[in-house]
């Protein structure tokens, strides 16, 4: 499988495995020659260096809780002991954690040992970093406030995800000293982690110390820029601005060792007016670094395609095309594992013995998010609602395939009446039963010679493992890079690829903030606002959002208020990233997750052949979500180690 991969090897890790295993209140053990080794000289720094950026929390399905932690994608019942699975089923506890970023315990972080890794022990390793560098003499001046300004923004990045995870950590601000006198740390205040992760950040953007762009995309692409720094900040602002952070009386009892709440309890609107600052000198870091969004005109076809497959094509790429060439990316996470994501979001698209599994799963509570052709939500579209809702309460049903669809279904095919008439978002973000799916193949065939997703039990897309299918009848086709190609009918050339910040994303970012700055719930936001939005929906070729509500909907007024819009770009940020493991955070910062994940995971029957069998939709999990669940149990092990320790509400 070919890996694009980080500036230094996966060998490093190896070599500096014994500065990995103790919890996160020991310091790096006392192995003088081991440190001598470490920080003799620039390559054994960098090296180093690399070993802290391998620390970041991994992707993937048991490395990264949003992938299927919110059930925005899912997995079949024979596969419900993933950890994420377990995660949206409400079966999190502090004897076994399913996600365990606190500490290196094999025994909380279940069959995956001490992978997630503790990211105390990260964060440890960054704090060695910056209390050494200045030992290793032969390391230039500007190349050294380099290093020591990406080991602060890694110390920032890790804490800021644990804060995400577990709302008050322990900050790390240095070393900690090993002994039995020693104190151990308290829980600090929500306020003061994101305040310290804040300072860190300021830090490091007024050293000016990170390259605007990479210099070497061989030996560099990994590495923190400038855009990087002012975008993951813009992002920590707008977290800490947001309701769950920001005024949350859900948490007035739990409190401190001082008996003061962990969480403020006054709205600061103030908030998000300092995160819509974050976010334009993000924009402006990113004009410095060339990045913007991904358009048609970047992409680069390799034969001739109608417009609407360069559209669907251009909206995969600006996720998945690799950094080198995608002007969309800020910043990719490659210590990241994308293989046991992308070769189980692809079908077989003939009958073959190709390891194309296809069991990631998009259940209908993410495929009915997705607009109308006329880019409003299908629930809101009059089209839909004429004659007593007949089509939205007939999307259910069976519809043949034909020409005004072409490039999306085949033609004379039958298939389900919700996959017709849906924005170019739908096309190029599922695969379904019936639809088409250009690249990904090993045959230069036109557009409308796509091959077909067959999925029917029995077909060649439906499973070949007992346990290998896909359970929703719906692919996350997005995540599939197109450099990923069938090499023959029985064998695929799996490319992996990172994108943890990208350009539409702090788009939206800055929308959100901007938009809550308006002064009440009626008042009307900032052009600013529509502009971005309809920055995004023209790329998806979609109208602008007021003419679309104006023209298709019963609610034409919906985005002329601040109230209205709210609702407009968190639906625009559930379309247009989704799969990509960010709904599981958003629902949770917004503290809508309370009311949206608890709800039935519905799919078709796709253990069926027959067409009327397998268009009957069928539930495949309950889910379930209480308030206990917004926040992470640090495992009971822990407060052997440090009885100071106050765990999370519900555990």
């Given amino acids: 499988m070919l890996k694009l991969f980080l500036w230094c090897p996966l ?47 991994r992707s993937g399905w048991n490395g990264n809780p949003g992938w299927l932690g919110a059930m925005e994608m899912t997995l079949n019942r024979q596969s419900s002991n993933t950890h994420g699975i377990q995660i949206a089923l409400g079966s999190d506890n502090a004897s076994l954690t399913y996600f365990n970023y606190w500490s290196n315990d094999v025994r909380s972080n279940s069959s995956n040992g001490d992978w997630p890794r503790s990211l105390y022990a990260g ?28 080991a602060k923004m890694l110390k920032a990045y890790m804490h800021f995800y644990l804060i995400c995870m577990y709302g008050p950590i322990c900050p790390l601000r240095v070393s900690m000293p090993v002994g039995e006198d020693v104190d151990a740390p308290y829980r600090e205040k929500v306020d003061d982690c994101f305040q310290y992760v804040i300072d860190l950040m300021n830090e490091v953007i007024e050293s000016d110390a990170l390259p605007a762009v990479i210099s070497s995309k061989n030996t560099e692409l990994g590495r923190f820029t400038k855009a990087a720094a002012h975008t993951f900040l813009a992002k920590v602002m707008v977290y800490r601005a947001s309701a769950f952070f920001n005024g949350n009386t859900n948490y007035s009892s739990f409190l401190d060792h001082h008996g003061e709440p962990f969480f403020n309890q006054t709205y600061d609107p103030a908030r998000w007016t300092q995160a819509v600052d974050a976010c334009r000198k993000a924009l402006a870091a990113c004009s410095e670094g060339e990045i913007h969004l991904y358009n048609t005109s970047d992409y680069r076809a390799t034969n001739a395609l109608s417009d609407t497959t360069l559209r669907l094509q251009t909206l995969r790429s600006a996720l998945s095309e690799t950094w080198y060439t995608n002007p969309e990316i800020i910043w990719g996470n490659y210590s990241w594992s994308m293989g046991d994501v992308v070769w189980a979001c692809i079908p077989r698209l003939e009958s073959s013995t190709a390891k194309a599994y296809g069991q990631l799963s998009v259940p209908f509570a993410t495929v009915d998010l997705f607009y109308s052709n006329h880019g409003v939500p299908i629930e809101e579209d009059t089209e839909w609602l004429a004659d007593n809702k007949k089509k939205y309460n007939e999307r259910f049903g069976i519809r043949r395939g034909d020409a005004s669809h072409k490039y999306y279904i085949a033609e004379g095919e039958n298939t389900a009446a919700m996959n017709f008439d849906r924005e170019p978002r739908f096309y190029s ?71 943890d910040m990208r350009y539409s994303d702090l788009l939206l970012l800055y929308a959100e903030a901007l938009n809550e700055t308006a002064p009440s719930d009626n008042a009307r936001p ?59 955070w958003d629902c949770r910062r917004w503290k809508t997750a309370s009311t949206e994940l608890n709800r039935s995971i519905q799919g078709w029957n796709t253990l069926q052949s027959s067409d009327t069998e397998y268009y009957k939709p069928i539930t495949i999990y309950e889910q379930h979500f209480v308030q206990r669940d917004y926040l992470s149990p640090i495992p009971e092990n822990d407060f052997i180690k440090n009885p100071r320790l106050i765990q999370n509400p519900g555990y």
């Avoid at 495995?17 to 960098?46: E, K, M």
């Avoid at 050294?144 to 990406?150: D, F, I, K, L, S």
């Avoid at 034409?556 to 709904?583: F, Q, S, V, W």
Wanted: glycine content about 6%; hydrophobic content about 35%.
């Fill in 526 to 584: 900032a052009a600013e606002v529509y502009n971005i939005i309809d920055a995004i929906r023209e790329r998806a070729g979609l109208e602008g959002i007021e003419k679309s509500y104006r023209d298709y909907t019963f609610k034409p007024d919906a985005p002329a208020t601040k109230a209205g819009m709210r609702d407009i770009i968190r639906r625009e940020r559930k379309i247009e990233l989704a799969l990509e493991g960010h709904y599981y």
């Fill in 123 to 150: 964060i440890r390793e960054c704090n060695t970093l910056l209390e050494n560098i200045d030992r290793v003499g032969d390391i230039p001046v500007n190349e050294r406030r380099r290093m020591v300004a990406e």
């Fill in 11 to 57: 060998t490093l890790v190896l070599w500096l495995g014994g500065l990995s295993s103790c919890n996160y209140l020991d310091v790096v053990p006392d192995q003088i020659p081991t440190l001598d080794n470490a920080f003799s000289d620039r390559n054994t720094t960098l090296r180093y260096l690399s070993s802290c950026y391998w620390a970041l929390p």
């Fill in 429 to 499: 973000s599922l695969g379904f039963d019936r639809g088409k799916w250009y690249g990904n193949y090993y045959r230069q065939l036109t557009d409308i010679q796509s091959p077909v997703v067959r999925c029917r039990w029995g077909e060649y897309s439906s499973g070949i493992l007992p346990d290998g299918y896909n359970c929703t009848g719906y692919y996350p086709k997005k995540l599939a890079n197109l450099s990923t190609v069938y090499e023959s009918a029985n064998s695929i050339m799996y490319v992996e690829y990172a994108a």
